[in-house]
């Protein structure tokens, strides 16, 4: 799923990073929010997104999709190891964990969001600013902790309420 698209996107917001320094993005996995090595800095990003079950075909949106990111810069090149949390369907017992597909509209405000983390984190930079929103979707469910990984991980905003 880092497929080009991913890869491109973060590129072009990683342009205006200190110049010299190269930045390549990553699709990890195995990826474990609280888990980092050793001189590695973490961050959430977070963006709207579509889910669809391979076991019922039901689809759903959700604007709770957390992305972990882990970040390091050594020796002018940076490496970001990014993995979208999954969510499943609560219709299916059973249910295989989804992807989320994520258009490109939020993949390129995911990255920008990710450079600004990069440049805080990494450079040390007080940007003072929020991220950008990301386009949401109209959801008329709400957000289930039980089907969504990043909440069964304790990284969901929502499972600390």
């Known amino acids: 799923m880092a497929h080009p698209e991913w890869t ?9 990073l200190k110049q010299g320094d190269f930045w390549r993005l990553e699709l990890d996995e195995s990826l474990k929010h609280d ?36 970040m390091r810069l050594s020796s ?8 979208p949390f999954c969510q499943n369907c609560k219709n299916c017992s059973e249910a295989p964990m989804e992807k989320p597909s994520i258009d490109s509209e939020n993949i390129n405000i995911l990255m920008k969001n990710l450079v600004e983390k990069i440049r805080i984190k990494c450079y040390n930079e007080d940007l003072g600013k929020k991220n950008k929103p990301f386009r949401r979707f109209d959801g008329q469910s709400p ?9 069964m991980q304790g990284i969901c905003p929502r499972s600390f309420k």
């Open 8 to 16: 491109r996107l973060f590129q072009v917001a990683a342009k205006d």
């Open 35 to 70: 888990c980092q090595k050793p001189g590695w800095k973490k961050c959430i990003v977070s963006t709207g997104a579509r889910y669809k079950c391979t076991q019922c075909g039901r689809g759903w949106s959700s604007n709770k999709v957390r992305v972990a990111c882990h």
């Open 76 to 83: 002018r090149q940076g490496v970001v190891k990014v993995r």
């Open 143 to 151: 957000h289930e902790p039980a089907h969504c990984e990043a909440c």
